[in-house]
């Protein structure tokens, strides 16, 4: 069963079996591509570009994509660290948060051998 994205409270209690993904998906972690609070702009990524084609014809992300797209971020953080130099220490904060998130996300759905439903 893939995992889900569940984004609110009243969803995560309405669903208590569905993995919650929220931290992923929301803050414009991937699908912003216009809004620079987007943590994939940061590593010079877009949502469109770069994750889009990983998903298969339902909208996942599968554990080999999931590993494609970590290896993709590890590949882009010397370009995710000149973006973070940019901003006040606050804001990279945030960002090396979001992106700690992520990958421990992707990590985790990796180890559990889930696919991610991105709900495209």
């Known amino acids: 069963m893939p995992t889900q994205c569940v984004t609110s409270a009243a969803e995560s209690a309405a669903a208590p079996s569905v993995r919650r993904v929220g931290p992923v998906l929301q803050y414009g972690l991937y699908r912003n591509p ?5 943590l994939l ?3 010079g990524l877009s949502w469109w570009a770069n994750v889009a084609p990983l998903l298969d014809a339902d909208g996942r992300l599968s ?11 590890k590949n882009n953080e010397s370009t995710f660290k000149s973006e973070l130099l ?3 220490e606050d804001e990279r904060q945030v960002f090396r948060r979001r992106y700690s998130l992520l ?3 992707l990590n985790s759905a990796i180890q559990h051998d889930s696919p991610i439903d991105t709900f495209m």
């Open 103 to 105: 990958a421990d996300f």
């Open 86 to 88: 940019e901003l006040p």
């Open 41 to 43: 702009s940061r590593f």
């Open 63 to 73: 554990v080999s994509q999931s590993e494609s797209l970590l290896n993709l971020l």
């Open 34 to 38: 216009a809004n620079d609070e987007s």
